[in-house]
Nanobody
């Protein structure tokens, strides 16, 4: 069973930065061919896609307002994916989830993902 484990969340001030990490288990065979994505969920709202990265580094950003402050990257040799968030805003607060879609490109539709992490909380205060 594939496991995804996020880390790097926390409480930060407005304007700060965070780098979230997601580690896939060794059972993630052919990881380099997977889409890895980050989603955010706020209580009472639907999970929303932030960014995805496919293969060797083809990226997709799903919210225009986040392009530029968010940067997704991956290290296939370590089975890791990262989300760098700069200039944090209160609206960035939420639970951030790492998701994997086996052997295909990324999509903003969360129901199409095969594996999910447990989430890491990001809280931005002014």
């Amino acid at each position: 069973q594939v496991q995804l484990v996020e880390s790097g969340g926390g409480s930060v001030q407005v304007g700060g930065s965070l780098k979230l990490s997601c580690a896939a288990s060794a059972s993630a065979v052919h990881y380099e061919k997977w889409c890895m994505a980050w989603f955010r969920q706020v209580e009472g709202k639907e999970r929303e896609a932030i960014a995805g990265i496919y293969g060797q580094g083809r990226t997709s950003y799903y919210a225009d307002s986040e392009k530029g402050r968010f940067s997704i990257s991956r290290d296939n040799s370590q089975k890791m994916v990262y989300l760098q968030i700069n200039s944090l805003l209160p609206d960035d607060t939420g639970t951030y989830f790492c998701a994997a879609r086996r052997g295909t490109t990324c999509t903003a539709n969360y129901v199409l993902y095969d594996h999910w992490g447990q989430g890491t909380q990001v809280t931005v205060s002014s």
